[in-house]
């Protein structure tokens, strides 16, 4: 069974300075691994994903991630925070021979301090 | 391209009472999920439909939750009876050969 560790439920991050949310995952296979952003009212929306290419991946609104299988971590960051960036972010990991189920962190909740 | 849509947004029921969430998924797409978020907790997977058949139910919670894709188009979840417990928002899913699309998702509160 696959599993997703997300440290710190809140993170604050001034605006600005570099974004780090920690993300680690188990897996019997070979998993596809994605973040999802939660704006406030919002659906939840595709940051990226990795899919066994590259394992610097980028996405939208600046962040990008780094899968390393040894350490089975997908971290996402960013170099500046942005105010519209305070969100929840969700790391997810997906098992293709478990029919492409979800499973997801606990999230992290973003607040961007001007 | 429309995305996922779900009705109601917000849905305010007594216990006891029956609720119907829907759930448009992308169109095409043949893979539909239900998730669901309880307070405080994780988003937690209930049930997978491929087109109309239920691939995989091992997340409901108890057989107060009925999921049906008729014609493997739209997907409803009811609950019946509904109690305290089940108050959260529910997320419906769809993809097809990629990463998974969600909707804004429906939040339930049973008062």
């Known amino acids: 069974a696959q599993s997703v560790t997300q440290l710190d439920s809140h993170v604050s991050v001034s605006e600005g300075t570099p974004v780090l949310l920690r993300c680690n995952y188990s897996s019997s296979y070979s998993p596809s691994l994605f973040w999802y952003v939660q704006h406030p009212n919002k659906g939840l929306q595709l940051l990226l994903k990795y899919t066994s290419a590259a394992t610097l991946v980028k996405g939208i609104n600046g962040f990008e991630a780094e899968f390393k299988k040894s350490e089975t971590s997908f971290h996402l960051t960013k170099p500046s925070a942005h105010m519209s960036d305070a969100a929840e972010y969700f790391c997810?990991?997906?098992?293709?021979?478990?029919?492409?189920?979800?499973?997801f962190g606990k999230g992290n909740q973003v607040v961007v301090i001007p | 391209e429309a995305g996922v849509t779900q009705f109601p947004s917000h849905s305010v029921i007594e216990k006891g009472q029956t609720v119907t969430l829907r759930c448009d998924p992308i169109s095409g797409h043949d893979n539909l999920y239900w998730y669901r978020r309880v307070m405080g907790k994780e988003i937690k997977f209930l049930l997978h439909f491929v087109k109309e058949s239920k691939q995989d139910e091992s997340g409901m919670p108890n057989n107060r939750f009925l999921a049906e894709r008729t014609g493997g188009t739209y997907s409803t979840l009811k609950v019946q009876p509904a109690e305290l417990e089940d108050s959260g928002v529910y997320f419906c899913a769809s993809s097809q050969a990629g990463a998974a699309f969600f909707g804004q998702g429906t939040r339930l509160t049973v008062v």
């Open positions: 997810v990991v997906s098992d293709p021979g478990g029919n492409n189920r979800l499973a």
